[in-house]
């Protein structure tokens, strides 16, 4: 399994930056797929994930509204829009696995690869 995030970069507060997960070595139509960031000092935190058992998507209260995730089967990528970003939403943004297929309940410890992240930062 391999996952390469892109997409990160720094953006004024109000804007938007899409980030782009690619993945190899699987099937979307077996394993879950999620996004998590973390900021520095804090904790990682998932923010938004894909079930691939029933195709439910979950999203964290704090971004619920401003980002959506979406899968492209074919290219077996993940996509995060995130639109009207704030300067808490800096953080490295990481995509993730989960072998049950099911992504929630949405903590770091139950998913089982990750990509290397990307660095997303909005100054205010």
């Known amino acids: 399994v391999q996952l390469v995030e892109s997409g990160g970069g720094l953006v004024q507060a109000g804007g938007s930056l899409r980030l782009s997960c690619a993945a190899s070595g699987f099937s979307f139509d077996d394993y879950a797929m999620g996004w998590f960031r973390q900021a520095p000092g804090k904790e990682r935190e998932g923010i938004s994930c894909i079930s691939s058992r029933d195709g439910d998507t979950y999203y964290a209260d704090s971004v619920k509204g401003r980002f959506t995730m979406s899968s492209d089967n074919a290219k077996n990528t993940v996509y995060l829009q995130m639109n009207r970003l704030k300067p808490e939403d800096t953080a490295v943004y990481y995509c993730?696995?989960?072998?049950?297929?099911?992504?929630?309940?949405?903590?770091?410890?139950?998913?089982?690869?990750w990509g290397q992240g990307t660095q997303v930062t909005v100054s205010s």
């Open positions: 993730a696995v989960d072998i049950t297929g099911w992504c929630f309940p949405l903590r770091p410890k139950r998913y089982d690869d």
